[in-house]
């Protein structure tokens, strides 16, 4: 990441400057484009934020509204009304002309991607698995890149995450995932928000991984306001408490977390492999082998075409190692 994250960057000056008609225009752009990424396994909502340059705010107006509702909260509690007073100055204070704009952007090009993806999963599985592949092997370098300097045990630490995601994701499907149970719902809403704070992991592949994808985004296409609340009540859960332990270990843990997060990233890339049983056994390359290395190379390129530009437009990160 560029510079540590902080509730201050939510605050910057620039803040002032988000009303001008010009920058709501170029704030919307930017949301639909992080929104239209994030319906795509592999491809980060995060690492867009990255490139199109809102992500600090993005994620220090976040750390910033949890707070001001945790103290208006308390405050409440505890009738303190200089507490109280204090966290919904800090609500009123976000820069809500970017917020609005990002989220409506985002908003309009999620909902118009998502009919277009359930369809590609539903009706050609094999080819879109293949793409997703290609996208999310592209994407390792992220977090491979933002550790830094990788020791000797590192390479370890990544192998052994990789190994226990590649187990969990072999697990037969738990049951009809057409229709999911609540609590499954939330579940994997609130960790799928974490792709917010960590550029290189895709909200959308983490879905995948729980074999929601496709009922997210056809609950999506389809208007279904009871799987898009408890998804949003599991998203907004997602950020009380993943976000904000993310970002405490990334502050203070931030080489070893992305190393764990790259053997994660490997290991689950077996949940895309294109040919599998209904049980999720693996199977050898059958069916459109000669199309689904293609579509998996267009993948691969599509992502490596966002790093690069991520490379171009924001300066070298500078990252700090811990000693484990």
Known sequence: MSQPITEATATKPTATKDTAPSQIALNLVRGALIGTVETVPGVSGGTVALVVGVYE????????????????????????????????????????????????????????????????????????????FGMVLASLYVPYNLAGKWRGKDWLYALVAAVIMYFIVSMPPAGDMSNPPWFLIMGAAAVAIAALVLPGLSGSFLLLSFGLYHSTMSAISTFDLTYITLFGLGAVLGLATVVKGLEWVLEHHHHITLVVLTGVMLGALRALWPWKTDTNDLLAVGDQAGAALIWCLVGFALVALVILADKIFNKPKVVHQETI
């Open 57 to 132: 705010r993005l994620i220090g107006a976040a750390s910033s509204l949890m707070s001001g509702v945790k103290e208006v909260a308390v405050g409440t509690v505890r009738k303190d009304s200089a507490q109280r007073s204090a966290g919904f100055q800090r609500i009123k204070n976000l820069p809500w002309a970017l917020l609005l704009a990002i989220f409506l952007g985002m908003g309009v090009a999620v909902v118009s991607m998502a009919h277009m993806m359930s369809y590609l999963v539903e009706d050609q599985p094999v080819l879109t698995s293949a793409a997703f």
